[in-house]
């Protein structure tokens, strides 16, 4: 079981917090406060992995304690200021919520609180794996939330076909969309955040493999009017990609 502690200061949110905890089987809450003062003390008393905090509180917000701990537990941050976001990941949380969020936005967050902690612990001995739950076990209904101009986008991982970087900002081109996401992202952080199935081919293009339709003359074709290179760089590992998943005569 994770060991939570949920933070708020609002009692009704603080109160949804503790009822999506106790709905998810491989979450216990192991206390809730309504200060991050509070939550100091109970994380000097007792052993906590993950923590949801709502960001914006008085006296200390949620973002500077977090910042403040030496060895902090896995974090969701939770707000409803969706300007948070991206001072949220500065600080490694491993997920944001922005409210008001249902109980399968709650389960998403934490899927990936679960993941991180496994592969926290994934050393110690004979550990059985603990099962995700099972409205979200799959990768690809991950989210991310994107700034693009004076938004927070959210983006579904599985619906992107593929990134073109320009400069300091990315293309997000995405299924069943004309035009694509334009965020202010770097691609290395795009690049880590991207389960699996996605490859960087180029400087300039990570591609979902899933949406790949066929490879011509060094290119790949996403679509009939969508070519994009494959670089000396990453051509390596590409051609391995195609190797391991080529049936040939």
Known sequence: ?????????????????????????FLTLEDSCMSALAASKVLAEKQIDAIFID???????GLDFVKSLLNPPLVVFTTAYSEYAIEGYK????????????L????R????????????HQKESNAQPIEPSASTTDEDNDVLFVKSEYRMVRI????????????????????????????LLSMKKLEERLPKHFMRVHRSYIVNLQQIQQIERGRI??????????????KDAFN????????EK
Do not use: H, W
């Open 104 to 107: 399968d936005d709650f389960q």
């Open 91 to 102: 600080v490694d949380a491993v997920d944001y919520l922005l409210k008001p969020f249902g």
């Open 1 to 25: 079981m994770i060991r939570c502690l949920a933070i708020d200061d609002e009692p009704l949110a603080l109160e949804q917090l503790r009822t999506y905890i106790g709905k998810i089987p």
């Open 156 to 183: 579904d991982i599985s619906k992107i076909r593929y990134v073109e970087a320009m400069s300091e900002y990315l293309r997000i081109f995405l299924e069943g969309e004309s035009k694509p996401v334009i965020a």
């Open 240 to 247: 391995q990609f195609l190797s391991e998943n080529s049936l």
């Open 55 to 61: 960001i914006n509180m008085p006296d200390l917000n």
């Open 109 to 120: 967050a934490a899927n990936k609180v679960l993941r991180q902690y496994q592969l926290i």
């Open 221 to 234: 074709v996403m679509d009939k009017a969508t070519y994009i290179p494959v670089s000396d760089g990453y």
